[in-house]
């Protein structure tokens, strides 16, 4: 079991790929992916990766890595 599209994005979620051949990085745009393969669509990266292909070379040799968002919460909020 794994994660859909829509649940990467509900939990801030990012996906960067990156080619193997040209080394370039790209983050993921989530929410287009949802709306081109649906909100229910696999997001592992075995499922993913077949799909991708590097917008610079065409090289279809791509890695995933995902990242939680790591931003700061409440950071400014008052106790009480």
């Known amino acids: ?3 859909t599209l829509q649940e990467l994005i509900d939990a801030g979620m990012s ?3 990156g080619c193997l051949e040209c080394h370039r990085h790209q983050a993921l745009d989530l929410p287009a ?3 081109r393969f ?3 669509e696999s ?3 075995w499922d ?3 799909k991708m292909k590097c917008a610079v070379c065409g090289g279809r040799r791509v890695t995933l890595t995902y990242s939680p968002d790591t931003s700061p919460k409440d950071l400014y909020r008052k106790s009480r």
């Open 15 to 17: 996906v960067t790929a």
């Open 1 to 3: 079991m794994g994660w």
């Open 43 to 45: 997001a592992t990266e």
């Open 48 to 50: 993913l990766r077949p």
């Open 33 to 35: 992916l949802r709306d």
């Open 38 to 40: 649906g909100a229910d």
